[in-house]
């Protein structure tokens, strides 16, 4: 009686262990299958390669804007954002002189949605001077918003030095999203546009003029406009 008794006790308490040794299993592959999911890790690449192309067929020039130089992305930047696609660019307005660096870049959610230019510039001796903020910008009769945030010098008693528009579309509007990372797509166009903030009395500054004359061209282009195709594992 006793042997039986004792044997059901042990019985009665491997059960529940059981079940949640088997609980933190699926969980762990539950996290798996979401953060390779979120990293594009089973991109067909030959689906988005396509899409991708479209980002080195941008105009050099556009309205007062003329293209002073493209740049290849660095191959560390290339992993980190595990990039289908990417164009890097240097425009100059003919009228203003004003210069404005852009990047567009097409690739999985992921790192996509987390490499804000917060932390990027952060590492190269500026600070941001302040939140950053929703701006609307309006393009063919549809507002577009992108987060626009100005960057300093540490230390300096100095008015902003830089301006940073940025913003995502999943193949809808620019959005200036707090959290991408949780779109129900697999693919995010991001978009950057780095230049002076605007001089005292005016109300434009040299990116948001840029954009203004920049996105319809994307939108040509079908470039952050075209919803990316549902992607498969191979």
């Known amino acids: 009686m006793n042997s039986s008794a004792s044997n059901q006790d042990k019985t ?110 952060s590492s190269i001796g500026t600070e941001p001077a302040g939140e950053r903020v929703s701006t609307p910008i309006m393009i063919n009769g549809e507002t577009q918003t992108l987060w626009k945030v100005k960057f300093r010098k540490p230390d300096a008693n100095e008015p902003p030095h830089m301006e940073v528009c940025y913003g995502w579309s999943d193949g809808g509007p620019w959005k200036a999203s707090s959290l991408p990372r949780v779109w129900l797509t697999d693919s995010l166009y991001k978009i950057q546009v780095a230049g002076p903030p605007a001089k005292s009395g005016e109300d434009t500054s040299p990116v948001e003029d840029f954009l203004r004359e920049f996105l319809p061209a994307l939108q040509r282009l079908q470039i952050g406009t075209q919803k990316p195709p549902p992607l498969k594992p191979a």
């Open 12 to 121: 009665g308490a491997i059960a529940p262990r059981g079940k949640a040794i088997l609980l933190c299993i699926l969980l762990i592959l539950t996290g798996g299958v979401a953060h390779g999911y979120l990293d594009g890790r089973w991109t067909r690449l030959d689906i988005v390669k396509e899409q991708a192309e479209t980002l080195q067929t941008l105009p050099v020039n556009i309205g007062n804007w003329r293209l002073v130089s493209e740049t290849e992305l660095e191959d560390s930047a290339k992993r980190i954002l595990r990039c289908y696609g990417s164009t890097l660019r240097e425009y100059a307005n003919d009228i203003t002189g004003d210069q404005i660096t852009v990047f567009v870049v097409y690739g999985p959610r992921g790192p996509i949605a987390v490499h804000t230019p917060e932390v990027c510039y």
